[in-house]
């Protein structure tokens, strides 16, 4: 796997890049991909997005310099902005090591995450019934520590995680 990290990078610009490296993937012209980097403040909505999720109105978002950008990946409304780490994979699910299911994949993103966040001592889970990474699950309150959102196409990825 190849391993690129980008810096700081809008959304769009990122996202083209994604595009360009999953047609690189399907052709075989570069191994699996991914792509590390964080974003300048943006909310991405995927496909599934509800607007009223966005509680803030279009002039605070402006005045605070936060993008709002629609997206093809899955999930809703998701906050990118500097200091988070962001991950997108660009893998061909129908090579090895890799099998061709989503869901399996969906969770070895989330696995993943559990266990980085636990080398740094933060205890972290899945919450049953929301997607993502969470911490305080033995809490009234449990809180997001990372975000997933993929597409999928021709079982190559694109999208990932968004880790706070």
């Avoid at 998701?78 to 869901?103: C, K, S, W």
């Avoid at 969470?134 to 999208?159: E, F, M, N, V, Y």
């Amino acid at each position: 796997m190849r391993v690129e990290w980008l810096g700081r990078m809008e959304y769009r610009a990122a996202w083209d890049l994604q595009r360009e490296r999953a047609g690189q993937r399907l052709l075989g012209e570069i191994p699996d991909t991914l792509l590390l980097l964080e974003h300048p403040p943006t909310l991405t909505l995927g496909r599934a997005a509800d607007r009223g999720h966005i509680i803030a109105g279009q002039a605070l978002l402006e005045n605070h310099g936060i993008a709002v950008v629609e997206s093809d990946r899955g999930g809703d409304v998701t906050y990118h902005g500097p200091g988070q780490l962001v991950g997108y994979p660009i893998f061909n699910l129908r090579e090895a090591p890799h099998m061709p299911d989503l869901h399996r994949y969906v969770r070895d993103i989330e696995e993943t995450m559990i266990r980085a966040a636990s080398a740094f001592g933060i205890t972290a889970g899945r919450f049953s019934g929301f997607p993502g990474v969470w911490t305080g699950l033995d809490t009234p309150c449990p809180a997001k520590l990372a975000a997933l959102g993929i597409r999928l196409s021709r079982w190559i990825t694109q999208h990932g995680f968004a880790l706070n």
